[in-house]
């Protein structure tokens, strides 16, 4: 009895190395790439880059936008959000361990809103805070909301998103801001109703479909359009991206759901949205697609403006964060 003590001290002490070895191992920037997050000291964004090193890059996503320094774009076509308005055959939700992903079993695509080509949709998913003054990722006019719905879609010809990663424009994003709303949003709730079931980490469930235009807001012609990354590793810079200037709502009950979600590290699932990154002398276009009567004057007067010198106020408009100019004509097309 006795000469076994020995050993099983021995043993332990082996165990406790073996442990300790593990955890560094995590710590480091190789297992923080596995296990990247979104917690500040450990695997949050600016740990990013030491394993994703395109997340170090100088056009990444998201950005603030503001009204009054985007480039003013003309009306040139709306977008066209073709089969958005059928039921989906069938619609999965899944906790990816960084957000919630829905994918509709669909057939829909989005042409027009100056993009040059058409784009195949994927899937949606979301970004939210612990608490209602953050948790979207871009900011529009100095304004955060408390989530951020994007559409992801990648470009026809490259026939598939793993394949569009590798292409510049390769994948256009839509940006819907989440407004914080006292009434639950009907139009979520099929999704909300399954998080239920996925509280876990890679966890999926199959829900009561929803429509994609109703995730959308009703006014789709303003918004900002600039290029951009993935806002989540590897960070790839080929997202056309179109941020709308219009939310849709999200009641507080709801966003509740959304934060009982455990995390791919263990930690709650909340505040998974990166910090804004620079523009680093980047174009943001500020569209306006409706054609009110007043629109259009101003339009003429734009484009006399363009052949023109513009003067005074007119000058300031074409300049974006940097102080760099633009022509108005530089967002009339995308490509
Ligand atoms: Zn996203």
């Given amino acids: 009895m006795e000469g076994k003590r020995p050993i099983k001290y021995f043993t332990m002490k082996i165990l406790v190395v073996v442990v300790m070895a593990a955890t560094v191992t995590l710590a480091s920037p190789r297992g923080a790439g596995k296990l990247w997050g979104y917690q500040r000291n450990t695997n949050g964004p600016l740990t990013w880059p030491a394993a994703f090193p395109k997340c170090g890059g100088s056009r990444q996503s998201p950005v603030a936008l503001v009204s009054d320094e985007a480039v003013p ?22 906790n990816t361990g960084h957000s919630v992903k829905v994918t509709p079993m669909s057939d829909a695509s989005l042409t027009g809103g100056n993009l040059t080509d058409r784009y195949i949709f994927t899937q949606f998913h979301f970004h939210w805070g612990a608490t209602n003054n953050q948790g979207s990722e871009h900011t529009v006019d100095g304004v955060t909301f408390p989530g951020e719905l994007h559409l992801v879609h990648y470009r026809e010809r490259h026939g598939s998103l793993g394949e569009a990663l590798r292409h510049s424009r390769g994948v256009a994003v839509l940006g819907v801001p989440l407004e914080l709303s006292l009434q639950d949003n009907l139009n979520l709730q099929p ?47 080929v997202v056309v991206w179109t941020v709308f200037k219009d939310a849709i709502s999200i009641s507080n009950t709801q966003l509740q759901e959304f934060r009982q979600l455990v995390a791919s590290d263990g930690t709650p699932l909340q505040d998974n949205f990166r910090t804004l990154q620079p523009l680093n002398g980047r174009r ?3 569209v306006v697609l409706r054609l009110d009567a007043s629109h259009v004057t101003s339009l003429a007067r734009r484009q006399v403006t363009v052949v023109t010198q513009p003067t005074g106020d007119q000058r300031k408009a074409t300049r974006d964060h940097s102080g760099r100019e633009f022509t108005e004509l530089e967002c009339y097309v995308y490509h």
């Fill in 284 to 286: 943001v276009c500020g």
């Fill in 191 to 237: 999704i909300i109703d399954g998080l239920a079931q996925i509280s876990k980490p890679q966890k999926t469930a199959m829900i009561s479909p929803v429509i994609l235009r109703d995730m959308l807001p009703d006014n789709v012609d303003d918004f900002f359009r600039y290029e951009g990354s993935l806002t989540t590793p590897p960070c790839s810079e």
């Fill in 73 to 94: 774009g003309p009306p040139v076509e709306h977008f066209t959000f073709h089969n958005y308005n059928l039921v989906p055959l069938s619609i999965k939700v899944t």
